[in-house]
C-alpha cells in the first residue's frame, strides 16, 4: 500500500496568514492526488485535482504543488471560513488511501 | 445537477445486517466508479473500496476485505455498502463518493451498540 503521510497534524493561524500543508507519498504518485476540506458535521469537499487543478467556484487562495512524492496544499490569505480540516488522497493505485488530515484552527 | 443521496441513519445492535445505499442522479450513473469512505468518530478518512457499476467491477482497501460487500444496481442508478455482521467498532459515518471525489454523498451514520 502507498503510505500518505500529512503534516503538520494540526496547526493554528490567524486570518489572513499563509498556510502550507505537505503530503508525502511512500512512493510515486505522478499527480494522482487531491486535496479536500471538511468541516464539521459536513461531507468533505474536494479542492484541487491532479495535484495542481484548482476545482471550479473554489477560491484562488487555494493552491496546489508537487508530483510524484511530495505535495502542498497552500492557503494563501487565510479567510475565517477556511477553518477546517483538510486531507490528501491518492488514487495511483489500490488501495486509495487518505492522509490522516491537518486541522487548521483560529490562532 | 449530479447529487448524491444516501440513506438515512442506522441504529442497530452487534451481529445485526445492514445495507446501506447511495444514489446517483445528474450523470452517467453506470460509468463513474462509485467509492466508499469510512470517518469513525473524531477520526479521519478512510478509504474502504469502489465499484464500477457498469460491470461491478469492485476494488476493496485490504482493511475491508471480506468485513463489507460493495455492490451496486445499474438499473436504478445506486450503489450499496452492506454487512452481514455488524461490530461495535462499525460505528462511523459513511460516505459515498464519486470517482476520485469530485462529488460526496450526505453521509450516513450507523451506530452499533447493545
Known amino acids: 500500500d502507498i503510505q500518505m503521510t500529512q503534516s503538520p497534524s494540526s496547526l493554528s493561524a490567524s486570518v489572513g496568514d499563509r498556510v502550507t500543508i505537505t503530503c508525502r507519498a511512500s512512493?510515486?504518485?505522478?499527480?494522482?492526488l487531491g486535496w479536500y476540506q471538511q468541516k464539521p458535521g459536513k461531507a468533505p469537499k474536494r479542492l484541487i485535482s491532479?495535484?495542481?487543478s484548482l476545482q471550479s467556484g473554489v477560491p484562488s487562495r487555494f493552491s496546489g504543488s508537487g508530483s510524484g512524492t511530495e505535495f502542498t496544499l497552500t492557503i494563501s490569505n487565510l479567510q475565517p471560513e477556511d477553518f477546517a480540516t483538510y486531507y490528501c488522497?491518492?488514487?495511483?493505485?489500490?488501495?486509495?488511501?487518505f492522509g490522516q488530515g491537518t486541522k487548521v484552527d483560529i490562532k | 445537477e449530479v447529487q448524491l443521496v444516501q440513506s438515512g441513519a442506522e441504529v442497530k445492535k452487534p451481529g445485526e445486517s445492514l445495507k446501506i445505499s447511495c444514489k446517483g442522479s445528474g450523470y452517467t450513473f453506470s460509468t463513474n466508479w462509485i467509492g466508499w469512505v469510512r470517518q469513525m468518530p473524531g477520526k479521519g478518512l478512510e478509504w474502504m473500496g469502489m465499484?464500477?457499476?457498469?460491470?461491478?467491477?469492485?476494488r476493496y482497501s485490504p482493511s475491508f476485505q471480506g468485513l463489507v460487500t460493495i455492490s451496486a444496481d445499474k438499473s436504478i442508478s445506486t450503489a450499496y455498502l452492506q454487512w452481514s455482521s455488524l461490530r461495535a467498532s462499525d460505528t462511523a459515518m459513511y460516505y459515498c463518493?464519486?470517482?476520485?471525489?469530485?462529488?460526496w454523498g450526505q453521509g450516513a451514520l450507523v451506530t452499533v451498540s447493545s
Open positions: 465499484i464500477y457499476p457498469s460491470d461491478s467491477d469492485t
Open positions: 512512493q510515486g504518485i505522478r499527480k494522482d
Open positions: 491532479a495535484a495542481s
Open positions: 488522497l491518492q488514487h495511483n493505485s489500490y488501495p486509495w488511501t
Open positions: 463518493t464519486r470517482q476520485t471525489g469530485d462529488y
